[in-house]
């Protein structure tokens, strides 16, 4: 089992900055990659980066050039650092989890997840 709590969500002007942190729990051990998804309010569930057990990263190609995932020094919290905040960066961003291997291109499947956050409010708003 893993438990996992987002952290550092808020409002902020267009071309802010904001960090949030997802603390993981529980068996982190045997945690395979960890993703940030995010949902704005009408839309589907975005993934949003993915971080792996031994730091390899992927982006949503949209996003790469202002977004960076990582992990902290503990390797029980990772990060997504937001850069160039726009009002469409506006959603709940949630973290995830999943304990054993998967190819990495199916990254972006909510449904591979086993364990997710309960989400922090970003909002980007003049």
């Known amino acids: 089992q893993v438990q996992l709590v987002e952290s550092g969500g808020g409002s902020v002007q267009p071309g802010g900055s904001l960090r949030l942190s997802c603390a993981a729990s529980g068996n982190t051990d045997s945690n395979y990659g960890m993703t940030w998804f995010r949902q704005a309010p009408g839309k589907e569930r975005e993934a949003v980066a993915f971080i792996d057990r031994d730091g390899r990263t992927t982006y949503a190609d949209s996003l790469k050039d202002r977004f960076t995932i990582s992990k902290g020094n503990a390797k029980n919290t990772v990060y997504l650092q937001m850069s160039s905040l726009k009002p469409e960066d506006t959603a709940m961003y949630y973290c995830?989890?999943?304990?054993?291997?998967?190819?990495?291109?199916?990254?972006?499947?909510?449904?591979?997840?086993?364990?997710w956050g309960q989400g922090t409010q970003v909002t980007v708003s003049s």
């Open positions: 995830a989890a999943r304990l054993s291997y998967f190819p990495q291109h199916l990254w972006t499947r909510a449904n591979i997840y086993s364990y």
